[in-house]
């Protein structure tokens, strides 16, 4: 080490000597954290030296830069974003958003005490599954209704209940792969359930059930083939025909409706989907879907079905381990009415009022974005920008709905000097991060997912990023 290394690192300002600058006071912060900060900046300047380099060692500077150390540590790790990419259920962003009276619920009932698990009417300990079982009666038409934090845990607690250490027979076009890796075979399986496949990838019949049935056959399961679709020459049995042959041989039938919904969305301009009450109305002894996809919800798994059935299910053990928690059961109440008038929840529910969005609206919304964006770029100087409307098409997302041809208007972005995916790194770096897609070297913002108050963030962003200055 040469001695004018040494001298710099003897001139290396202490952690205290930093934190006792002006540049560090008043930030708010526990002292904790901005310390760590300066501790991370000293670190990281005596490694500089010592692998040769030569950094700033000015004292005022070097404050300035742990204050920003330290508030970007204190940013919370789970954060608002804006979606622009017109995926409606986005898994990554957090799926469905929930209505504002749903929201404003949680927010209530988690601050104050509630009668989670206390009857009101009789003064003595209640249960929280009776807070939404009615209203889930009531919409489809089930004797029973039970929840629990999500789909998986549904079909696991399900299977564990009425399948362990017996057969369960299933199509092997149904065996999916849900989000995460997980599959319904591996479901089943830690469920206790043996797993019998009939049919072939493509086709299965009536007579493959009929002729899987044996001593050791405890029912059927349907699975809906919610996030992806076969098409051309394929074959499913219709759930009214397994319930005519369970009804024969005396066994129960299960169908995971997946991404699940209470109301036919067809008159939207969304393909038809099979919805809880129409399933139950089949025969189903036992249905289970998503709350947080279709349904517009928190995520939560639903578990309609028959009284025997569903009571067995809710005194199993594993239903405690996967029950639902207090926010969330506020939260699926208060969407749960809303079902209860479909046009309002249409309205209301954020998932279905982007999903029936027309595409006239859509592209007045684009205009009105790109003439922001416009106005945002007067006067900045500096980089170039490309705005222009493209056509296209947005995603219902979440694993459902698949084949779903969402027409859209896009505001497409080119700025002088950066390519599409450096564009999108430096949105997704902006606070707060925007979100957006990449298509033919055009960087794209869809008017379909984005909330009142986005388009001026996105604007403030964009005039910033073509003055040339650092997006935060």
Same mark, same amino acid.
């Given at each position: 080490?040469?001695?004018?290394?040494?001298?710099?690192?003897?001139?290396?300002?202490?952690?205290?000597?930093?934190?006792?600058? !002006?540049?560090?006071?008043?930030?708010?912060?526990?002292?904790?954290?901005?310390?760590?900060?300066?501790?991370?900046?000293?670190?990281?300047?005596?490694?500089?030296?010592?692998?040769?380099?030569?950094?700033?060692?000015?004292?005022?500077?070097?404050?300035?830069?742990?204050?920003?150390?330290?508030?970007?540590?204190?940013?919370?790790?789970?954060?608002?974003?804006?979606?622009?990419?017109?995926?409606?259920?986005?898994?990554?962003?957090?799926?469905?958003?929930?209505?504002?009276?749903?929201?404003?619920?949680?927010?209530?009932?988690?601050?104050?005490?509630?009668?989670?698990?206390?009857?009101?009417?009789?003064?003595?300990?209640?249960?929280?599954?009776?807070?939404?079982?009615?209203?889930?009666?009531?919409?489809?038409?089930?004797? %029973?209704?039970?929840?629990?934090?999500?789909?998986?845990? %549904?079909?696991?607690? +399900?299977?564990?209940?009425?399948?362990?250490?017996?057969?369960?027979?299933?199509?092997?076009?149904?065996?999916?792969?849900?989000?995460?890796?997980?599959?319904?075979?591996?479901?089943?399986?830690?469920?206790?359930?043996?797993?019998?496949?009939?049919?072939?990838?493509?086709?299965?019949?009536?007579?493959?059930?009929?002729?899987?049935?044996?001593?050791?056959?405890?029912?059927?399961?349907?699975?809906?083939?919610?996030?992806?679709?076969?098409?051309?020459?394929?074959?499913?049995? !219709?759930?009214?025909?397994?319930?005519?042959?369970?009804?024969?041989?005396?066994?129960?039938?299960?169908?995971?409706?997946?991404?699940?919904?209470?109301?036919?969305?067809?008159?939207?301009?969304?393909?038809?989907?099979?919805?809880? %009450?129409?399933?139950?109305?089949?025969?189903?002894?036992?249905?289970?879907?998503?709350?947080?996809?279709?349904?517009?919800?928190?995520?939560?798994?639903?578990?309609?079905?028959?009284?025997?059935?569903?009571?067995?299910?809710?005194?199993?053990?594993?239903?405690?381990?996967?029950?639902?928690?207090?926010?969330?059961?506020?939260?699926?109440?208060?969407?749960?009415?809303?079902?209860?008038?479909?046009?309002? +929840?249409?309205?209301?529910?954020?998932?279905?009022?982007?999903?029936?969005?027309?595409?006239?609206?859509?592209?007045?919304?684009?205009?009105?974005?790109?003439?922001?964006?416009?106005? %945002?770029?007067?006067?900045?100087?500096?980089?170039?920008?490309?705005?222009?409307?493209?056509?296209?098409?947005?995603?219902?997302?979440?694993?459902?709905?698949?084949?779903?041809?969402?027409?859209?208007?896009?505001?497409?972005?080119?700025?002088?000097?950066?390519?599409?995916?450096?564009?999108?790194?430096?949105?997704?770096?902006?606070?707060?991060?925007?979100?957006?897609?990449?298509?033919?070297?055009?960087?794209?913002?869809?008017?379909?997912?984005?909330?009142?108050?986005?388009?001026?963030?996105?604007?403030?962003?964009?005039?910033?990023?073509?003055?040339?200055?650092?997006?935060?």
């Amino acid at each position: 080490m040469t001695q004018e290394a040494q001298e710099l690192l003897r001139a290396l300002p202490g952690v205290d000597t930093l934190l006792g600058r !002006p540049e560090l006071e008043g930030l708010g912060l526990p002292r904790s954290l901005v310390k760590a900060a300066v501790r991370e900046i000293i670190q990281r300047l005596r490694s500089e030296l010592l692998a040769g380099g030569r950094p700033d060692l000015d004292q005022g500077r070097l404050a300035l830069e742990a204050a920003l150390a330290a508030q970007e540590l204190d940013r919370p790790s789970f954060r608002r974003l804006i979606n622009a990419t017109g995926v409606v259920i986005h898994t990554n962003l957090g799926r469905s958003l929930l209505a504002r009276e749903a929201a404003l619920a949680v927010a209530e009932l988690a601050q104050t005490y509630s009668n989670l698990e206390f009857d009101l009417d009789k003064g003595r300990r209640g249960s929280r599954y009776q807070l939404v079982a009615g209203l889930l009666k009531e919409l489809t038409g089930a004797q %029973a209704a039970l929840v629990v934090n999500n789909n998986a845990a %549904a079909v696991l607690v +399900a299977l564990n209940t009425l399948g362990l250490g017996r057969e369960v027979i299933v199509s092997r076009g149904q065996l999916v792969e849900i989000g995460g890796s997980f599959r319904i075979p591996e479901v089943m399986s830690r469920a206790g359930a043996v797993l019998k496949e009939v049919g072939t990838t493509n086709k299965t019949h009536l007579e493959d059930y009929r002729a899987a049935i044996g001593e050791s056959t405890a029912g059927l399961l349907k699975v809906h083939q919610s996030n992806f679709a076969m098409v051309g020459f394929s074959q499913v049995v !219709p759930l009214a025909e397994l319930v005519g042959l369970a009804r024969e041989r005396g066994l129960w039938v299960m169908e995971d409706l997946g991404s699940g919904s209470l109301m036919d969305l067809s008159p939207y301009g969304l393909p038809a989907e099979p919805t809880a %009450a129409e399933t139950i109305a089949q025969g189903a002894d036992l249905v289970t879907f998503s709350g947080d996809k279709l349904l517009g919800g928190p995520q939560a798994g639903i578990i309609l079905g028959t009284a025997e059935v569903v009571g067995r299910i809710q005194r199993n053990p594993i239903n405690r381990a996967v029950r639902i928690d207090k926010m969330t059961l506020a939260a699926l109440e208060r969407t749960l009415r809303l079902y209860r008038d479909p046009p309002r +929840a249409v309205r209301e529910i954020p998932t279905l009022r982007m999903l029936s969005l027309s595409e006239a609206r859509l592209a007045a919304r684009a205009a009105r974005l790109l003439k922001r964006l416009k106005t %945002a770029l007067a006067g900045t100087g500096g980089r170039e920008v490309d705005l222009s409307l493209v056509k296209g098409s947005s995603q219902v997302g979440g694993g459902a709905l698949p084949l779903a041809e969402l027409p859209t208007r896009l505001v497409g972005l080119r700025v002088q000097g950066l390519s599409a995916s450096r564009l999108e790194a430096l949105f997704r770096a902006a606070r707060p991060p925007v979100i957006g897609r990449i298509e033919h070297d055009l960087f794209l913002l869809d008017p379909r997912t984005l909330l009142p108050g986005d388009g001026a963030e996105i604007a403030r962003i964009l005039g910033r990023l073509a003055g040339g200055e650092l997006i935060r």
